[in-house]
């Protein structure tokens, strides 16, 4: 079975940058898209970043110019390279992935159990 273990989370103060990691665990194959929410408390998940099988890349417009996402296919990995955190990046960091399994679109998606980035000073 497929498993998302996310690590590099932490305490940091405003200013500073974290590099969050997601390594799946029991994969065969690569996966398609991957990406990076978040969820802060009183707030719904959002996404952060996502990047494509082929290298692609969008960002929440919150955190553009500040976060890169990047990936390694071999290894079936997904980094999230944060600087200049703000008290607003304070949130629950969750790895996701998903391979698509039809023609019509159909998707198998996996959730990481999530790591705390709490920014204060």
């Known amino acids: 079975q497929v498993h998302l273990v996310e690590s590099g989370g932490g305490l940091v103060q405003p200013g500073g940058s974290l590099r969050l990691s997601c390594a799946a665990t029991?994969?065969?194959?690569?996966?398609?898209?991957m990406a990076w929410y978040r969820q802060a408390p009183g707030k719904q998940r959002e996404l952060v970043a996502a990047?494509?099988?082929?290298?692609?890349?969008k960002y929440e417009d919150a955190v553009k110019g500040r976060f890169t996402i990047s990936r390694d296919n071999a290894k079936k990995t997904v980094d999230l390279q944060m600087i200049s955190l703000k008290p607003e990046d304070t949130a629950v960091y969750y790895c996701?992935?998903?391979?698509?399994?039809?023609?019509?679109?159909?998707?198998?998606?996996?959730w990481g159990q999530g790591t705390q980035v709490t920014v204060s000073s």
């Open positions: 996701y992935a998903e391979r698509v399994v039809s023609v019509e679109g159909g998707r198998v998606r996996y």
């Open positions: 029991g994969s065969t194959r690569r996966f398609d898209d």
């Open positions: 990047i494509s099988s082929g290298g692609m890349s």
